[in-house]
């Protein structure tokens, strides 16, 4: 098994910058490929954001965050982080990152654990 927690969620003001950290635990070796971001927003579904392999050197990003999002990983602290610049109303929503072994790491549906989620608001 694997346990998933985020933080660093809060409330911003549009064009702000935020981090999101994933600390990741458990059985990490046997189950985790990649680790992604995803959220969603009141009244929508969730959506990709950001993914990245264990080892770093496979990324992915959503077309609509891909010129104001980085993802690395900081593997003594089995931890994920998800920086943001430029943030917009549209990125405001609940996110969760989450683990899977599948090289498919933009797909939702092949994510097998995944954490409670972080609150971001952004106002303007």
């Known amino acids: 098994q694997v346990q998933l927690l985020e933080s660093g969620g809060g409330s911003v003001q549009a064009g702000d910058s935020l981090k999101l950290s994933c600390v990741v635990s458990g059985d990490i070796d046997a189950n985790v490929y990649g680790v992604g971001w995803f959220r969603q927003a009141p009244g929508k579904e969730r959506e990709f954001v950001a993914a990245?392999?264990?080892?770093?050197?496979?990324?992915d990003f959503a077309e609509s965050v891909k010129s104001r999002v980085t993802i690395s990983t900081d593997k003594p602290q089995n931890t994920i982080i998800l920086q943001m610049t430029g943030l917009e109303s549209d990125d405001a929503g609940v996110y969760y990152c989450?683990?899977?072994?599948?090289?498919?790491?933009?797909?939702?549906?092949?994510?097998?654990?995944w954490g409670q989620g972080t609150q971001v608001t952004v106002s303007s």
């Open positions: 990245i392999n264990w080892s770093g050197g496979h990324q």
């Open positions: 989450a683990a899977t072994r599948s090289m498919l790491i933009n797909v939702a549906t092949f994510y097998d654990f």
